[in-house]
């Protein structure tokens, strides 16, 4: 067991570049992270780890150690829980995006609760991207693309970014051909958009076209942007699973379909962790066997 220690170890200084990273995923000190490491290096005869007063990086030997450490660490994982599974039970905290947390996450919580009564969630719906060591998240919902290579992943569908406007703003003032003519209309935006160019681009990253706007209404809720959308105020864009129920009601209308940008990945995500508890694995399990069903994410 202490040799597996190590590897677990090994594989969390690999990923998070950080003894103190290390020791903040795997909940234990700087100073036992290195001894566990100093250890496996002795007893592989090699250095795996380069060690400088600003950064770690791993020796060839490490990144080759440290990859078929994930495997042996999983394979034990799973053999041990085949033959004796432990029960899900205890807190857990998740995270999702505030609107898709609202309409698809709380539900799959409640069906979580359900099936685990000895097991109780934290949801924290934001729309930033919480840092799942360091907020103790044991799970997240995210839609995107993740810069975090050391989170483990498993994707659940897509969306897309939709143009939508009403039935009656449209017979009012046309439907856009282009991208271009949307300056010439009235539109809905985001206050929580990051970039201080207020903005829409289309197209992939090949042929992109960047539109400049003046929007005529700025909103930080999307339901209230979907209220004023829905009212003819203006020409709005938002998720595809936002609006899934307007369009199908005829409420909202889709334009510039042949200009969308590529689809959004959605995604279940927790941190590497080499012995996953029972009740994150069961979580997981649960969220993809839901959300892969979600018409608004095909």
Do not use: C
Not at 185 to 191: K, R, V
């Amino acid at each position: 067991m202490d040799r597996l220690d190590e590897l677990a170890v090994l594989v969390a200084v690999v990923e998070q570049r950080s003894l103190v990273g290390a020791a903040r995923r795997l909940r234990r000190s700087p100073p036992a992270i290195t001894r566990a490491l100093s250890a496996l290096e002795r007893r592989v005869g090699a250095r795996l780890i380069e060690r400088t007063t600003r950064r770690l990086s791993p020796t060839e030997a490490g990144r080759a150690l440290a990859e078929e450490s994930r495997g042996l660490l999983s394979a034990y994982d799973e053999a041990v829980t085949a033959i004796s599974p432990a029960p899900v039970r205890g807190p857990l905290r998740v995270t999702a995006p505030v609107q898709f947390g609202k309409r698809h996450v709380a539900p799959l919580v409640t069906a979580f609760l359900q099936k685990f009564p000895e097991t109780q969630v934290e949801l924290v719906l934001n729309d930033r991207y919480l840092d799942l060591i360091d907020e103790a998240l044991d799970a997240a919902i995210r839609i995107g693309a993740l810069s975090d290579s050391s989170l483990l992943v498993r994707r659940v569908g897509e969306v897309r970014r939709l143009v939508v406007a009403s039935p009656d703003y449209l017979a009012r003032r046309g439907t856009p051909a282009k991208p271009a003519e949307l300056a010439a209309h009235d539109t809905i935006f985001s206050t929580s958009t990051t970039s201080e160019l207020l903005e829409w681009r289309f197209g992939s990253r090949g042929r992109t076209t960047v539109v400049r706007l003046a929007p005529r209404l700025l909103v930080n809720d999307v339901d209230a942007r979907l209220a004023a959308a829905r009212a003819g105020q203006g020409i709005v864009r938002v998720l595809s699973y936002q609006v899934a129920e307007d369009l199908a009601a005829g409420k909202l209308v889709r334009v510039l379909r042949a200009y969308e940008p590529p689809p959004l990945p959605v995604q279940l995500v927790t941190a590497s962790r080499i012995h996953m508890p029972p009740k994150i694995r069961a979580f997981l399990d649960l969220a993809a066997e839901q959300l892969t069903t979600l018409r608004v994410l095909q």
